[in-house]
């Protein structure tokens, strides 16, 4: 039987790195979809490339966003990132890093490519325990997508369905890292740093930086991470 | 009391100018969202300025977007736009010209915008009764976006709901410009063709095309379209 395709979406963080090596577990043929949106951290997209080379990703698209148009976060505009907050400031609240409905213009980029290429299956790496606080991290949002998905699509009104899996949305960010090593995911490669130094390397201080460094510890696993300084 | 701001998505078209017509109608300070999306009819993003110089909108963005890395439309792609097809069968399929998920991405970005600019009405002009078969401009899809939005925002789960308002979307192509034109919309400014010709004239066969002359006809209003030859 023929293999079925699904598109990922894959920033090139830890998160999105694991979800497209379960994708590939689950058995479909992998599509990668990353997004240059005036992020501040588009070194995160040399990360995406290097992770879709490694893992065999049949097919990798940048889609150029023009969100700094719209404006309103310290991941696209000149508003600070925050830094050395701890981890319960950081589930307390939505944060400057919010970009609005960034989750909402990703994924229906990734539902118009799934129908384009006759792939059914989404895979997002939102997470919803060790996240940042972003309502469209969710599974009531990811379920609501998914809702909307088939009624916007000629497959959805036809029958062929599309299934957003968000597998990640309930783990640990130690559980995402023992799954990912379980998967031979390179976290080496990977880059989730909001505020990086010039040479790409890991500020150690932002919200990202902070649950990612916790996560390692919380795994029992070696941060491969490359932190400046 | 200051007035309320809403998002309108203007295209251009006969649909979206007379939307922008009724928010303005309604009350609230029209702020437009246009997009470039490597449509073949890019003339009408010049009638999308025109219509949002002369309706006095506050702000009208103009986004780039990256649907051709996409593909599989009429409307971006080398495909042939059908031509001379009867109402039937411009009703009975979906046809070459669907843009997968556009609708979507167009009112995601409006979405983020709004949430900036602290409006929460959006409208959009679409219409499921003299309509080209799209999935995504039926009622049960804007409700569907609605409910998505207001779980995918920080607004949206603080209480500060959106309403995405599709005003045309019961009516008639006459009853849309009847409408228009007793809010003094000059539809000799707004441009609906899928396939102009080189001057920006209309060809007259396409489905948008037939669609909006046998509007005029039937609302009895003299047709101020350009058409080719």
């Known amino acids: 039987m023929k293999k079925k395709k699904a598109v990922i979406l894959l920033s090139g963080g830890l998160d999105s790195s694991t979800t497209l090596a379960i994708a590939i577990e689950e058995g479909f043929v992998p599509h990668a979809m990353s997004f240059r949106y005036g992020q501040r951290h588009s ?3 040399e990360a995406a490339s290097r992770i879709a080379a490694v893992m065999n990703v049949r097919k990798h698209v940048v889609i150029d966003l023009d969100l ?9 505009d000149n508003i600070d990132v925050p830094k050395n907050r701890d981890e319960a400031s950081i589930a307390g609240e939505i944060p400057v890093t919010y970009v609005p409905a960034r989750n909402t213009v990703f994924l229906s980029y990734a539902l118009g490519w799934a129908e384009v290429i006759g792939a059914h299956d989404i895979y997002i790496g939102v997470n919803a325990v060790d996240y940042s606080g972003y309502p469209d991290c969710r599974p009531e949002f990811i379920k609501a997508f998914e809702t909307m998905a088939n009624l916007a699509t000629k497959d959805g009104v036809e029958g062929r369905c599309f299934s957003i ?4 949305v309930n783990m ?4 995402i890292i023992r799954k990912g090593v379980s998967l031979d995911v390179d976290y080496a490669l990977t880059h989730s740093c909001y505020d990086p130094g010039p040479d790409g390397a890991a500020c150690g201080r932002c ?8 996560g390692f510890i ?12």
């Open 218 to 229: 919380d795994a029992g696993i070696k941060d491969p991470t490359r932190y400046c300084g």
């Open 172 to 175: 640990t960010k130690a559980e």
């Open 207 to 214: 919200d990202s930086c902070i649950l990612r460094e916790k």
């Open 165 to 168: 899996h968000a597998p990640l």
């Open 43 to 45: 070194c995160e997209l």
């Open 68 to 76: 700094r148009k719209i404006g309103g976060s310290a991941l696209t």
